[in-house]
């Protein structure tokens, strides 16, 4: 897996956990 794929996942978990 890409770093750029792991940030993206991340960020994409953040905002679900955020709304």
Do not use: V
């Amino acid at each position: 897996m890409n770093i750029s794929e792991r940030n993206g996942k991340s960020i994409l978990k953040r905002t679900n956990q955020d709304a």
